[in-house]
């Protein structure tokens, strides 16, 4: 099975300090499978682990990522229009485009599993391709 990884995975992930880190790297280091991560998700959590740890563990994290197993997964123009689909559908919740391009992603992929902290969001989406996402952790 793939997993994609979304912003506030990776960025508690990076934070020893974040109530949530302990239970991202365990799952971190315990998951056995391809990771995905769109390109989307990368300016977001950069600019997010700039701000909140500053500019060298922003470096020391594309340092880290450069060597780990996962791929790089670019976001196309269908993905684009899924995109705008997924907004318009689910407006009222204020779901963000990062989240809605990690769905039509995992909608193109057949992706079911993601690895993020953001339940509402990812829980809310009733996706086309299964009944329902697996969120880890």
Known sequence: MTALLDTSFLLALNNDNDRNHA???????????P????TVVLPEVCYLIASRLGHRAMGRF?????????RLEPMTLADLHRVNKI??????SQLDFVDATIIAIAER??????????????TIIRPQHCAYFEILP
């Open 23 to 33: 239970r991202v790297l365990n799952v971190a280091q315990t998951i056995n499978e």
């Open 35 to 38: 990771l995905v991560l769109p």
């Open 62 to 70: 594309l340092m880290e990522l450069s060597t780990w197993d996962s």
């Open 109 to 122: 992929k057949n992706i079911t599993r993601i690895l993020t902290l953001d339940r509402r969001d990812f």
């Open 87 to 92: 907004l318009d559908r689910y407006a009222d």
